[in-house]
DNA sequence: ATCTTTAACGCAAGCGTTTACGAAAAACTT
DNA sequence: AAGTTTTTCGTAAACGCTTGCGTTAAAGAT
């Protein structure tokens, strides 16, 4: 029926012992034998059994993705986890790994002592992305020995292994935008104060301003949807009405601020220019084209998958956490422009 | 050290093989045998091993979700997919089995044979998702023996099970909400004239506007991008100039089209209304929002997945292929409206 | 030519389940 | 009360691979 092992090995008088050596690689075979044993592999057409191999070793050759949707993130429904996904998926499609995926669910985060694919061994490490995930359960993941990698999201006070973007080099970039295109009188659009993202974005204003000896004005708000976007810009305006630049923390807030500039009269970027941060996929077809920064995601997917794929081959010689952020660019389309004198 | 079915047995001073009958429900326990396996099964918290049940019953309790990215279809960048697969996802969280995704690139729809997930036995069943997916190559899967579903395709010649949305259906609601806004004169923008789905929704206009007495423009492009949306739009008002209404086959081409329209001075909805489908994420932040078609994603990801567990538990009994299509419906917003008089 | 080291290979015992099959006990027959 | 059926449970053999250990053969050292 199916061809196993021991098939091979009885066709060539071997023990199964030598074909397994023989397949993975591994010492204790002639060269000889070796490629006997390959060549009849390649004949038969052998394809080794996941479970039974995964039985002997007590690996899974799985790696799992395990993203936690905020329900702030569903509404501006952007492919951001998607891309970073199939970056993933690309790099270990070299590999001998396969991708299974997952929500973490409230369920889920809440109790990880019960999360299936750990309690079954159903994964030999794994990637933990969003920003909302709780830093108990990550430690608690932490518990279980698999190797993990963080995307979009990082540990205080534990080492870990983590990959997020300049988050604050990107502010600072945007930032000199406006202040290249002239504007002198600069806000920024945040979302809650507690995300660690949100903040470093604020940093990176803060500092291309503080270095030109320039004032910022933020507003915070508790959500980062266009809705938010819209009352945030509000706020602000009232706050400081005579701004000619507004950065915003993700790209759903700047287009609810331009939204809500051009219903107020004001033309951007005539009057206002707005840049946003994230370049999601609606971002150039916005009227006009809104400047803002790419994160790379895909990139971001397969360098965690590649940061995996080490800690699993050196699992004994523990690598040390690193922290990975990829660098974010400025993408310049019609939301922005020189400030008009006077 | 980690706790196993024998940990159990020794612990009662049973065998094995009751614990295990007990555990998966199956006959040939007392029922009062069954109670204390339980109980101490949730006391020790006892998990089973996935390879090793795997490697007994020669099933993985995994679910492959394989999608053919179409180069079109990243261009519009559109969580389509995403959508779908958490659809299944959500589905498949209830039962036993698990997600494991995977990209059909060339290479694998190219050679079939060698597609890991099922020579490996790492599957148990697959949902296959796109357009574009060869048919030679969804035989091939057919052919491994695994329940299969597909998702945004369908077999012409072969049974197979299949959902798909109402493209049809959609299609001929979209006329009818312009012949309900006293639209007389209306086109469609295609893409390609080989896929079914754009042949269905071409279809559904076609019927409504027969049973009108009306006649209908379609103009056919190669590809249903933005900038395809604009060139067939072009090419759609030399023919037929005095249109107020035009449908298009995505929401894609629609905006490419309205932007098309609109920097020939002409404003849409008041000199033309315009439709797309597929509700894409960008469709309502569109200026105007864009009336189109909704089609309901995670909906048929639930229902693929289901429909697959229900193989699973019947892979006795042949079920006869379903080919299952969901209701789209239409989303008016600010793209369309009653045709002006004279 | 003998002794020691090293490499090549086979044997067999796992890995943690499930599941025929058979034995013993319990439940019905008449 | 003895035979028959049914239920309950245990024994042991898979499932397909890996790997520690022992044996034999080859190679090196003296």
Sequence with gaps: ???????????????????????????????????????KAGELNYTPHAAARGLATSQSFAIGFFVRQKPDLSAHNDPFYSEIMHGVEQALAQSDYHLTVGNLTDDIVGSPADFRFIRERRIDAMILAGPDIPSD??????????????????LAFSPIHAVNCDDEGGAYLAAQHFLALGH?????????????????????????????????????SDRTTIESGQSAYMQLMTQTPDLTAIGAVNDS???????????????????????????????????????????????????????????????????????LTVAVSLIERGSTARVERG
Excluded at 188 to 207: C, D, L, M, T
């Design 1 to 39: 029926m199916s061809v196993l092992i021991k098939t091979i090995a009885r066709e060539l008088n071997v023990s199964t012992a030598s074909v397994s050596r023989a397949l993975n690689d591994q010492p204790g075979v002639s060269e000889a034998l070796r490629a006997r044993i390959l060549e």
């Design 137 to 154: 359960f990550i430690l608690a993941m932490l518990g279980s020995g698999r190797p993990i990698v963080l995307v979009d999201n990082a």
């Design 184 to 220: 002198t009188r600069i806000g920024v659009i945040a979302g809650p104060e507690g995300w660690a993202s949100n903040r470093r974005r604020i940093q990176g204003y803060q500092r291309a301003l503080d270095e030109a000896g320039l004032p910022l004005a933020v507003t915070h």
């Design 253 to 323: 807030m700047a287009l609810g601020a331009m939204r809500a500039a051009q219903s107020a009269g004001r033309r951007v970027p005539a009057d206002l220019s707005v840049v946003g941060f994230d370049n999601i996929a609606w971002a150039p077809l916005n009227d006009p084209p809104l400047t803002t920064l790419d994160v790379p995601k895909r990139q971001m997917g397969t360098e965690a998958a590649h940061r995996l794929l080490g800690l699993l081959n050196n699992a004994a010689n523990g690598v040390l956490p690193t922290n």
